[in-house]
Nanobody
């Protein structure tokens, strides 16, 4: 599965952004899709996950729960990340990811995901 993320940009603290990720290729075996982020000098960290076929199995990191919303549109092969009440600490490159063999693995570990988009920069100013 090939992924391409877009929608990043510069926003003031308290503002909102919506990231999109287009998937191409064969997604029939895809279990889950999700978002990770990487701030400068930091390791890539889990943000959110969604079951691809069902739209269930939604889970967020503690740092974004209640502010971010993940969703998907199977017909369009798209996933989205609505980010509200943004904080300066949300500044990072955001990556979308897809995985067809997540069962039995910890989805918050990026090494358990095989397909990645190129990343989109989100900068939140204070």
């Amino acid at each position: 599965v090939q992924l391409q993320a877009c929608g990043g940009g510069l926003v003031q603290a308290g503002g909102s952004l919506r990231l999109s990720c287009a998937a191409s290729g064969d997604t029939t075996s895809t279990d889950v899709m999700g978002w990770f982020r990487q701030a400068p000098g930091e390791q890539r960290e889990f943000v959110a996950i969604i079951g691809w076929a069902s739209g269930n199995s939604i889970y967020y990191s503690n740092s974004v729960r209640g502010r971010f919303t993940i969703s998907r549109d199977v017909a369009k092969n798209m996933i989205y990340l609505q980010m509200d009440r943004l904080k300066p600490e949300d500044t990072a490159v955001y990556y979308c990811a897809a995985e067809s063999g997540i069962t039995g693995k910890n989805p918050t570990n990026d090494y358990n995901w095989h397909d990645w988009g190129q990343g989109t920069q989100v900068t939140v100013s204070s």
